[in-house]
């Protein structure tokens, strides 16, 4: 018999208190964390280790390792990515009886498989939201030289971010990475994002969890109208006449807008010097959260790090200190606008929004309110409001874990081999 194998980023003796000797799909529910489950081609369940929840997927031993393998790179290269956790193999039955691999990740705190989302909200506009994210999500992947090969909504995550939502990538299975990739390889994983999509949408109108009126063939079709958009914009050469220098800033501005970095431009002028052109040769995303992080600590989503530098903005602006350094102003409104009301937040409910999501969210509340009432008002009465007319009605979403997998019924899909 093989000895078993547990190969992790960070030693866990607990790991060997669970039973390996089983099928993963035999595991007794005492040991497993029942989550919402995408579909998948291969067993996944969650298990409560050390206090923290791990997604166990059985594969082959080989492909488990470079899936390990693969998700710590695109981590290192600040994609994304559920972060991987350890591998198990030389698994055993107790006849002797040889088992896949396991491959563990961490689960992704306050993260959505699409099925959950569309669980609470079946609308249109929810698909183009989530296809946004994904969208943004396979640039990224694209621009590091990572060619996926399986795009879909079942092999993503979706975190809130003020009003839209973030991808992550969770199967990387047939993943690969390049130094770049080809129009060609572009164009497959596009196409193949596009069909999958499609079907899954499909999926869930049957499953009467997507509006029956939409055409899911549409939104399929606009999630490469928008992959084509967000590309051309982070890497399409721009000419202009000489003394349009000016357009330099301004695409970089466009940019920042879209919310990536440039680290590097190439320009390249005629020989008669009468006109330029213009290309972005190294561009990060992510411009606004590390804006957010340098200023004020506050780790964010990039949209949700975007609203609450615009309430930075209007607090400097309203406190009327335009001609101070920004840093200590920053400091200032994390003290007297950011940091009350998420302390405001009862113990019971911090599970169920992440701190920039629930400010973001009662700044919207505030502006409704004001609205209503025809007049401004207070911060402090509108968290107070939000809380009890809203944040207390919503699910927990930090893991949504239930010690009874009947209740994910509405969530869980049969695995498929």
Do not use: C
């Amino acid at each position: 018999m093989a000895p078993l194998e547990i190969t992790a980023s960070r030693a866990d003796p607990a790991l060997l208190d669970l039973p390996w000797e089983q099928p993963l799909e035999e595991w007794p529910e005492d040991v497993l964390a029942a989550l919402p489950r995408g579909i998948s081609r291969h067993v996944v369940r969650f298990v409560r280790v050390s206090g923290r929840v791990l997604a166990l997927k059985e594969i082959n031993h080989d492909l488990a390792r470079r899936e390990y393998e693969m998700l710590r790179v695109l981590g290192r290269l600040g994609v994304p990515s559920v972060e991987p956790f350890g591998v198990v193999s030389g698994r055993t039955t107790s006849d002797g009886e040889q088992l896949d691999a396991m491959l563990i990740t961490r689960h992704l705190q306050f993260s959505l498989p699409y099925r959950a989302v569309f669980s609470q909200v079946s609308r249109e506009d929810t698909a183009h939201r989530l296809l946004d994210a994904l969208a943004v999500l396979l640039v990224r992947l694209h621009l590091e030289g990572f060619y996926w090969g399986d795009v879909s909504l079942s092999n993503t995550l979706f975190r809130r971010d003020a009003g839209a939502f973030a991808a992550y990538i969770v199967d990387v299975e047939t993943g690969s990475l390049y130094e770049q990739l080809s129009d060609g390889q572009r164009n497959y994983d596009l196409d193949l994002a596009r069909t999958n999509i499609i079907g899954e949408l499909m999926d869930l109108q049957a499953g009467e969890m997507f509006d029956p009126e939409a055409d899911p063939v549409e939104v399929g079709d606009d999630l490469v109208s928008r992959y084509q958009s967000l590309w051309s914009a982070l890497t399409a050469r721009e000419r202009f006449s000489a003394d349009e220098r000016w357009r330099v800033s301004a695409r970089i501005e466009r940019l920042n807008e879209l919310g990536f970095d440039v680290g590097e431009l190439e320009i390249t002028t005629d020989l008669d010097g009468t006109s330029l052109s213009i290309r972005p040769k190294v561009v990060d995303a992510g411009h606004h959260a590390r804006r957010l992080l340098r200023l004020t600590g506050i780790d964010a989503q990039e949209n949700q790090a975007r609203r609450l530098l615009n309430d930075l903005d209007q607090y400097i602006a309203d406190t009327e200190q335009q001609a101070e350094e920004e840093e200590f102003v920053a400091h200032e409104w994390l003290q007297h606008q950011y940091e009350p009301v998420v302390r405001s937040i009862p113990r019971e409910m911090r599970s169920k929004l992440e701190p920039p999501e629930f400010f973001h969210e009662v700044l919207e509340h505030k502006w409704f309110l004001s609205e209503r009432q025809g007049t401004d008002v207070s911060l402090p009465d509108a968290t107070r409001d939000y809380i009890l007319t809203e944040l207390a009605h919503r699910p927990d979403e930090k893991s949504l874990v239930t010690t009874e997998t009947s209740a994910l019924a509405i969530f869980s899909q049969p695995d498929q081999s």
